[in-house]
């Protein structure tokens, strides 16, 4: 039997996370169901504390997903997820942003103004790749 998988990130800021990546990807944040929301606090369920206001919409504070806009088939979902602890060590796991026939330079110079920070610059054989982090430290590469 094969299993899906959704890619989970340790995020100090998961909703401003998620709209970095969302935008760096081309991919759509999950809208958020402040009814259900006031409707598990109001059941005792959860906690005011248990939620955050991020761009005047209530979420959840645990965390946040995005994902493809052609949905679930296409790419598993990222949930950028809530932790009070600091990356302290490389990631062990990363993306690898592909542009397909884009110009790969264009999507880095457009991160880099959007807070990410350019590691190094690798190749092997005809393929070339740049490494950066987003804004919080995480890495990615990003090539054709």
Known sequence: ?????????????????ADWWAEALGWE?????????????????????????????LAWKAGQGIRHPEGLERAP??????????????NRLH???????????ALVERLLARGAKHLHEGNQGPFTWTTLTDPEGNELCVSH
């Not at 039997?1 to 996370?17: E, G, I, N």
């Not at 944040?29 to 005047?56: L, Q």
């Not at 979902?77 to 490389?90: A, G, W």
């Not at 993306?95 to 330079?105: I, Q």
């Open 77 to 90: 979902r990222i949930l950028f997820q809530f932790i009070e602890e600091p990356k302290t060590v490389k």
């Open 95 to 105: 993306l690898d942003v592909r542009t397909g026939d884009e110009d790969p330079r």
């Open 29 to 57: 944040v999950e809208p958020s169901d402040e009814e259900f929301i006031r409707k598990m606090i109001a059941d005792g369920r959860a906690t005011e504390e248990d939620t955050i206001t991020h761009r005047g919409v």
């Open 1 to 17: 039997m094969a299993y899906t998988f959704q890619l989970t990130v340790d995020s100090a800021t998961p909703h401003a996370l």
